[in-house]
């Protein structure tokens, strides 16, 4: 089997770019690769091999030509199946939206990964309605880990994750909440951006919470973060959410170093509730970028507590006239969480907004002192596919939820961040934010290539084939 599927997006470029390989030799692989292993991993819902094949040949043919190629020539990417594809219904995980007409247009995101030369090969499993933390879908099954296929990917990008550590796909597109990007990137051991809130366009995606979505890239090195976030840049018309910021590209300084950067660990909330190894992998990261100080975000765990009423009132208002008409399709667990959230009183989501101003101001005197903090992932490494139940705190509480215990805090308030893999042992790989003041996806990037150039992350491909 070929490995051009497991190589890097940066590397992949490089290559078709220096006539090294061709566009369409990547490509076959890559649908080679998916067709053998994908039946074991879960990872896609849809290929789309035939517009992949018309794509790649393209991009062939300009280089032939010796017209200019986009920084992504060539790569294969896939996207949750929240985002629209064109010509394919948009199912958002769910059975209910299989009866959607299909999608008239790509998504913003797609066409600008596009744009840039990347070539997609499909849409991705993912928790239905993008209201899970677990990766397992009751319509498409679960999407498994690769590095243990008994294990959740997380989710609710949980395709997104697994295709990338799985080498089905170097790039994938997911979206984040509460932590459904950073979440899978830790428990499948690969690399994930949620940007600032507002910095990429969710044009063309399927909404979950407005105040609280984001779009973000997951891939198997920092270089490729950035590649693919400098792509995804830029206004949107018709996504009035989308800030009017000028293009900021992260690529070019990505190896400029810590030097002059404030790193500090977080403590409080995010020093908390975890099991052993999420912390050390905290500690193993502080100590190689020299990070000895710890900070706080001041009431983080209530934060957490403010997402979930706006999570759960904003997210069952989406679904209201389902819930009424439809109520037998939908997965039970997500049903029930929709049902309880149309009965969150408006003066809670009120107060809930009212603090999230509050933790947003305070969070920004935070970063007055420091430039980047550091934070565990996820409180544990990937639980088994079923498990229902985990300790956190000394208390048994459920998987679903509470996968996102250090990830919604920062959600909440659209900071930056990266996730970074971290092996500890010849185990389940655990992740760590890296997280910055918003607008400073620059910082999160470098930090995040630093440690990958020390050798203290990595995103290895896992063993399956």
């Known amino acids: 089997m070929s490995d051009w599927p497991t190589r890097t997006a940066t590397q992949i470029a490089a290559a078709v770019a220096a006539g090294e390989v061709s566009a369409v030799e990547v490509v076959e692989a890559t649908l080679s690769r998916i067709a053998v292993l994908d039946p074991r991993i879960g990872a896609f819902t849809d290929v789309v091999a035939g517009r992949a094949r018309a794509a790649a040949a393209e991009i062939d043919l300009r280089r032939a030509q010796g017209k200019p190629l986009g920084p992504l020539a060539g790569v294969p990417f896939a996207v949750k199946n929240l985002f629209d594809i064109e010509g394919l219904p948009t199912r958002a995980g769910s059975r209910i939206n299989r009866d959607r007409a299909p999608a008239e247009r790509d998504a913003t995101a797609v066409r600008r990964l596009e744009e840039a030369g990347a070539v997609l090969v499909g849409g991705l499993n993912m928790g239905e309605f993008a209201y899970d933390f677990t990766g397992e879908n009751a319509t498409d099954g679960p999407s498994r880990n690769p590095h243990d296929l008994t294990r959740m990917t997380g989710g609710s990008s949980g395709g997104s994750g697994a295709a990338v550590a799985g080498g089905l796909a170097p790039l994938a597109l997911a979206t984040d909440t509460n932590g459904s990007v950073r979440v899978p990137a830790a428990l499948c051991g690969v690399f994930g951006l949620k940007p ?25 090195s920092a270089a490729d973060l950035a590649l693919a976030y400098d792509a995804l840049q830029g206004p949107a018309d018709g996504d009035a959410a989308v800030a009017s910021r000028p293009l900021e590209p992260t690529f070019p300084g990505i190896e400029d170093g810590i030097g002059g950067l404030r790193i500090a660990t977080l403590g409080g909330h995010f020093a908390t509730g975890g099991e052993r190894e999420a912390f050390e992998a905290v500690r193993l990261v502080a100590g190689a970028l020299g990070a000895e100080r710890s900070i706080e975000f001041p009431e983080a765990a209530r934060a957490r507590a403010a997402a979930f009423v706006i999570t759960a009132a904003e997210g ?20 029930t969480r929709l049902i309880a959230g149309a009965a969150v009183p408006a003066a809670f989501l009120a107060q809930a907004h009212r ?6 101001d305070a969070v920004a005197k935070v970063f007055e002192e420091v430039d980047v903090v550091l934070a565990p992932a996820t409180p544990c490494r990937a639980p088994r596919l079923g498990q229902t139940t985990f ?55 470098r930090v995040a290539r630093a440690l990958e150039r020390a050798g203290v992350v990595a995103a290895p491909i896992a063993a399956l084939a």
């Not at 069952?316 to 399709?329: F, I, K, M, Y």
């Not at 603090?355 to 947003?360: I, K, Q, Y």
């Not at 990830?407 to 042992?425: H, M």
């Open 355 to 360: 603090l999230r101003r509050w933790f947003a």
């Open 316 to 335: 069952s208002a989406l679904h209201l006239e389902r819930l009424r008409s439809r109520p037998q399709d939908f997965d039970p667990a997500v049903r």
């Open 391 to 445: 300790e956190l705190n000394g208390e048994t509480v459920l998987v679903r939820p509470n996968l996102g215990f250090y990830t919604q805090p920062i959600s909440f308030i659209g900071l930056p961040a990266a996730c970074v893999p971290v092996w500890l042992d010849d185990g389940l790989p655990l992740g760590v934010q890296i997280i910055a003041e918003p607008w400073r996806e620059d910082r999160v990037l």
């Open 196 to 220: 600032t809130y507002g910095r990429l366009s969710r044009g063309g995606v399927f909404p979950f919470v407005y105040h609280l979505d984001h779009v973000g890239p997951i891939a198997r």
